[in-house]
Each structure stands twice: as structure tokens, then as C-alpha cells.
């Protein structure tokens, strides 16, 4: 199941999409040549996406401006 949204970091709009996978165990941000940011999260996990992106903003904003 995938879904795809908009979050706003330090005024930047950062489209990600949201993979559930059955082998994860943990949360895991990826950011693509494509600029997208891609969160795997475990198929049962319910952990505010929102607060876990701005929790790591700052990783985040850096694999952008690369």
C-alpha cells in the first residue's frame, strides 16, 4: 500500500510517499535522485509521519541541497 502527500520543511514543499513494507522493522527515510522523499514503515506501524519527517528535517533539507 503506498500514499503519496506534501510536507512543508523550512518553507520547502517535499513530496514523499509512504511504502509499507511486511521486512521492515523500523522506519527508514530515503531521499531519491528524483528529489522525492521516500519513508519504508513497517506494514502494521502507526507512527506520525508528520512528526518523524520533521524530527529529522535537518538530514532531510541536506540530501535536498545536494
Known sequence: MECNGIIELEGREVPF???RSE???NYRLE???DRELR????EG???DIEALV???KDWV???LNK
Open 54 to 56: 520533521s524530527e529529522k
Open 61 to 63: 533539507l541536506e540530501k
Open 23 to 25: 521486512n521492515a522493522q
Open 45 to 47: 506501524g502507526n507512527k
Open 31 to 33: 531521499v531519491g535522485i
Open 17 to 19: 510517499i509512504i511504502i
Open 39 to 42: 519513508i519504508i514503515a513497517p
